[in-house]
T-cell receptor
Framework: SQQGEEDPQALSIQEGENATMNCSYK?????LQWYRQNSGRGLVHLIL?????REKHSGRLRVTLDTSKKSSSLLITASRAADTASYFC????????????FGTGTKLQVIP | NAGVTQTPKFRVLKTGQSMTLLCAQD?????MYWYRQDPGMGLRLIHY???????AKGEVPDGYNVSRLKKQNFLLGLESAAPSQTSVYFC?????????????FGPGTRLTVT
């Protein structure tokens, strides 16, 4: 079963607005990562938050993590048309190897 | 640096045919992965390798085989393709060590099995 479930599945906003997408997971994690996928391309790493962190910033990205609720959110501020893409959370658990499980993704459309 | 490259980019197979997808990385990464991406399913791990000469099964390994004869290459084989293997296949690599290391992805191979 999927470790990460994202919500909403799709999101459409106007340029300049903020976009928030959420990720819920089921088991304890070492860290959680967010990736972006432009149409027809591979995934690109955006930001990582460790299990002992609550909030992380990188440019226009803000990630929060609530381990008690097993959830994370990604906020993109002042969105641009170039932010149009699918966004995936990936949970990383400790084990014999880096067990990474990707969520089903949120498809973001930013309308110019 | 080219990063992670995949060949071919597109392929159409008939049921029962075989093929090999090639992944190459020039970042000297120890770990390499093969995923498949289907609509609404996210990415699912097929096989992975933690070093040259070693491979292991992931979440959905049936119908696939892999080999890692050289550190920079990771091959994914379909011995007898089935329509259920129609998908987009992604290869990824990362450094060994900390769990916080990110994965680097290739551009994908779109495979259709008719």
């Amino acid at each position: 079963s999927q470790q990460g479930e994202e919500d909403p599945q799709a999101l459409s906003i106007q340029e300049g607005e903020n976009a928030t997408m959420n990720c819920s997971y089921k088991t304890s994690i070492n860290n959680l990562q967010w990736y972006r996928q432009n149409s027809g391309r591979g995934l690109v790493h955006l930001i990582l938050i460790r299990s002992n962190e609550r909030e992380k910033h990188s440019g226009r990205l803000r990630v929060t993590l609530d381990t008690s609720k097993k959830s994370s959110s990604l906020l993109i501020t002042a969105s641009r048309a170039a932010d149009t893409a699918s966004y995936f959370c990936a949970t990383v658990v400790s084990g014999g190897y880096q067990k990474v499980t990707f969520g089903t993704g949120t498809k973001l459309q930013v309308i110019p | 640096n080219a990063g992670v490259t995949q060949t071919p980019k597109f392929r159409v197979l008939k049921t029962g045919q075989s093929m090999t997808l090639l992944c190459a990385q020039d970042m000297n990464h120890e770990y390499m992965y093969w995923y498949r991406q289907d609509p609404g399913m996210g990415l699912r791990l097929i096989h992975y390798s933690v070093g040259e000469g070693t491979t292991a099964k992931g979440e959905v390994p049936d119908g696939y085989n892999v080999s890692r004869l050289k550190k920079q290459n990771f091959l994914l084989g379909l011995e007898s393709a089935a329509p259920s293997q129609t998908s987009v296949y992604f290869c990824a690599s990362r450094k060994a060590g900390q769990l916080s290391y990110e994965q680097y992805f290739g551009p994908g191979t779109r495979l259709t099995v008719t």
